[in-house]
C-alpha cells in the first residue's frame, strides 16, 4: 500500500470531515467527556465522609469517654448520636439514621486499667456493605491511635505498628479515579467514533460508492483509523494534562512509553470498533454496539473491582481486553514510575488485539466490499 497514494489521502480528509464538519458532533467529541471527567471525579469515589454513626456508651470511666471523643473528631464523622438501649440502636439502623452504631461496655476503661484487652462492639448496616467496610477500616485507624497511646503507659505491653501506603501516601483517591477515568473515556470515545464509521455510510447511502471506487480495504480501513487516532490520542494527552496540572496528581513515569502505549491502546481499540461497525446497518445499532462491548469492558478491566477476584475463566477473558492492560500502564506511570519491563509487558499484549482485530475488521470490510 502506499501511504502517499491520492486514494489514500482523500479517503483520509472525507474520513476527517465527516466526523468534524458538524459542530454538534465536535462538542459531542469534546464536551461530554470534559464533563464526565469532572463530574466523575468527584462523584466516583470510595472515600467516606458525613456519616452519622450511633454510640452506646456503657462505660463510665475515662477510657470510654475518650473513645467518644475521638469518634466525634474524626474527619468522616457528620455526627454521634447517642442511644441509651440496645432496642434504640436497632431502630437507628431500621431506619438508616446511622451506618453503624459502638457499643461501650462497662467494664471497658476496668479492662484497659487491668492491662487487659478491652473489647467494644461495632454494629453496621449491612445493607450498606461498602461503606461499611470503609468505615471499618477507618475505626481501625481510630482504634489503633488509641492503642498506640495506651502503650505508652507504664506497664503496659508496649505494640506499635507502622503503616506506610506506597506510592499513595495520603490514600487520595482521586489520584487512582482521574487517571482511570481519562482510559475509559478515550476508549468509549475512540469506539463510538470509529462505530459509526462504517455505519453511517450505509445509513447515509454512500456505501455503495465505496463499493466502485478504486480503494482498497485495506486504503479503507487505514483512512477510517486515523480520525479515530487523532481523537484518542487528543483526548488522551488532554485527560493526562488535567490530571497532572488541574488534579495536580504526580506523573513520576516516563513520558514517551505512555504515548507510545496510548497509540496502541487506541490502536487495538479502533479494530474493534471497526469489527461492530461492520456488522452495524445503522448508526443506532453501532452505538448499541459500542455500550455492549464498552460496559463489560469497563467492570472486567480491574478498575471497579481486581481482577485476581473475578473467576478463573474471566481473568483469561480479561486479558483479551485492551482497557486492562492499559490502565495498569497508565496508573504506574502516575504514581509507581513503572519500569519499561513492565510496559511491555502489557503492550504487547495489546499489539497482539490490535494486530488480531484490524485483521477482523479488514476481513469483514472486504466481505462487504466484494
Not at 19 to 48: C, E, H, M, W, Y
Not at 199 to 215: I, K, M, N, W, Y
Not at 240 to 252: C, D, E, L, S, W
Not at 265 to 293: K, N, P, R, Y
Request: charge should be positive; proline fraction near 5%.
Amino acid at each position: 500500500m502506499n501511504w502517499r497514494s491520492p486514494r489514500l489521502t482523500a479517503q483520509i480528509r472525507k474520513e476527517l470531515l465527516s466526523v468534524l464538519r458538524d459542530p454538534k458532533a465536535r462538542f459531542v467529541l469534546i464536551g461530554p467527556p470534559v464533563f464526565q471527567l469532572l463530574i466523575f471525579s468527584f462523584a466516583a469515589t470510595l472515600d467516606l465522609t458525613n456519616v452519622d454513626i450511633a454510640v452506646y456508651n456503657r462505660d463510665a470511666g475515662r477510657w470510654g469517654y475518650e473513645l467518644v471523643a475521638r469518634l466525634g473528631a474524626a474527619s468522616f464523622v457528620h455526627r454521634l448520636r447517642q442511644a441509651r438501649s440496645s432496642d434504640e440502636i436497632r431502630g437507628m439502623i431500621d431506619r438508616r439514621e446511622v451506618i453503624a452504631a459502638i457499643v461501650i461496655a462497662e467494664s471497658f476503661s476496668g479492662e484497659i486499667g487491668a492491662l487487659r484487652p478491652a473489647k467494644v462492639q461495632v454494629i453496621f448496616d449491612g445493607r450498606r456493605a461498602n461503606g461499611a467496610q470503609i468505615l471499618l477500616g477507618y475505626l481501625n485507624t481510630i482504634m489503633g491511635g488509641l492503642n498506640a497511646e495506651l502503650s505508652g503507659q507504664p506497664g503496659a505491653i508496649r505494640e506499635s505498628l507502622a503503616v506506610r501506603h506506597w506510592f499513595n501516601p495520603n490514600l487520595i483517591y482521586r489520584w487512582f479515579i482521574v487517571p482511570s477515568l481519562g482510559g475509559i473515556l478515550v476508549m468509549f470515545v475512540t469506539l463510538l467514533v470509529t462505530s459509526l464509521s462504517i455505519a453511517r455510510e450505509r445509513e447515509l447511502g454512500t456505501f455503495d460508492q465505496l463499493l466502485v471506487s478504486p480503494c482498497t480495504p485495506t486504503e479503507i480501513i487505514v483512512a477510517k483509523i486515523v480520525p479515530a487516532l487523532l481523537i484518542g490520542t487528543t483526548l488522551g494527552l488532554f485527560m493526562a494534562t488535567a490530571g497532572i496540572f488541574g488534579f495536580r496528581i504526580p506523573f513520576t513515569g516516563s513520558f514517551p512509553l505512555l504515548l507510545a502505549s496510548l497509540l496502541l491502546f487506541i490502536v487495538s481499540i479502533v479494530g474493534i470498533g471497526l469489527m461492530i461497525s461492520s456488522v452495524c446497518s445503522t448508526q443506532q445499532q453501532a452505538i448499541l454496539g459500542t455500550f455492549t462491548v464498552g460496559v463489560p469492558a469497563v467492570l472486567m478491566s480491574g478498575f471497579a473491582t481486581p481482577v485476581e477476584n473475578m473467576p478463573r475463566v474471566l481473568q483469561w477473558l480479561a486479558q483479551a481486553i485492551p482497557l486492562k492492560h492499559y490502565l495498569i500502564i497508565l496508573q504506574g506511570s502516575f504514581l509507581k514510575a513503572l519500569p519499561p519491563s513492565e510496559i511491555f509487558a502489557h503492550a504487547w499484549p495489546m499489539a497482539v488485539i490490535a494486530v488480531v482485530t484490524l485483521s477482523a475488521a479488514t476481513f469483514f470490510v472486504r466481505g462487504k466490499l466484494q
